[in-house]
């Protein structure tokens, strides 16, 4: 999903004309880093545009619909963090014994994983909490 939503903010980007050199700018004068974001940026809005180009239906589906799609993806998934949340203060997971009760899930939020680190565990640079990722 990160992945997903680095790649349309990067198209957006590019979209907004932020992909290309202004006249005034000597492109020798550039950083090495500026160059590879505006280069970035100009292959997420070419391959976006190839993937609405080769989407074949019979609608015409425009970039907004591919960012209104993400967008109501991750509203879903706000909600349905928000309603495993509400789950989990449920009275009923206290009166069980602690090894009867749900395991905690091993997620770790915010932070680029790194594997070898703490086994069993994965890592989302994402937002955790539901309201955070609205």
């Known amino acids: 999903t990160k992945q997903t939503i680095d790649f349309l903010e990067l ?15 000597d492109p020798a004068s550039q950083q090495k880093s500026e160059r590879k974001l505006r280069d970035k940026r100009r292959k997420a809005k070419d391959c976006l545009q190839d993937l609405i180009a080769r989407s074949g239906s019979a609608s015409i589906v425009s970039s907004n619909d591919v960012y209104e799609s993400m967008a109501i993806l991750l509203e879903e998934r706000a909600k349905m963090r928000g309603l495993w949340s509400e789950r989990e203060k449920d009275g009923v997971f206290h009166e069980l014994a602690k090894a009867e009760r749900p395991i905690p899930i091993p997620f770790v939020y915010h932070q680029k994983g790194d594997s070898k680190s703490v086994k069993g565990k994965g890592f989302s640079p994402m937002a955790g909490s539901p309201v955070e990722l609205v």
Do not use: F, N, T, V
Not at 11 to 25: F, R, T, V, Y
């Open 11 to 25: 198209a957006a980007e590019g979209q907004c004309g932020l992909d290309k050199l202004p006249d005034s700018i």
